[in-house]
């Protein structure tokens, strides 16, 4: 599997291995979901990275924009199904509403879609999901 870092900002004292171990197994139990394959800090920084799954893809925006694709129906079918079991796998399962889902955080990768990013979660019933914790900066 290929790798991709993108930067977890965060103090050391706020460091939570829960919030780990939770994006963890968020990101590794859903086939439409980017999988997390670990964290590792620059020496001497306070800066931890995610190191996740490399995504060559383009956003399901730019995705849709393109003017040379053409779409059947079969495949506009399966692309709903694949946004909806992530969404539905996050608010059923995992108890998640994303906060912050649209066309430029899916990504379309070999046929699919992925999510990508966590940076606005909130529990069904208790409102934000860990709140000014942590953010994640891309990497150009």
């Not at 980017?34 to 020496?43: D, H, M, V």
């Not at 995610?50 to 924009?65: F, K």
Request: hydrophobic share 35%; glycine share 6%.
């Amino acid at each position: 599997m290929d790798i991709n870092p993108k930067t977890m900002i965060c103090q050391l004292r706020d460091r939570d291995p829960g919030l780990i171990n939770e994006y963890g197994y968020m990101a590794n139990s859903h086939k439409h979901i980017i999988q997390f394959c670990g964290l590792t800090k620059s020496q001497g920084e306070q800066k931890y990275s995610l190191v996740l799954e490399y995504a060559d893809g383009e956003t399901l925006r730019d995705y849709l924009r393109n003017g040379t694709i053409t779409f059947e129906w079969k495949d506009e079918l399966k692309f709903a199904k694949d946004i909806a079991s992530m969404i539905l796998w996050l608010y059923d399962d995992r108890k998640i509403v994303h906060g912050d889902l649209h066309p430029n955080n899916i990504l379309v990768l070999q046929n699919t879609f992925k999510l990508p990013d966590f940076g606005a979660l909130f529990e069904k019933e208790k409102g934000p999901f860990r709140p000014a914790r942590y953010s994640i900066i891309s990497f150009p």
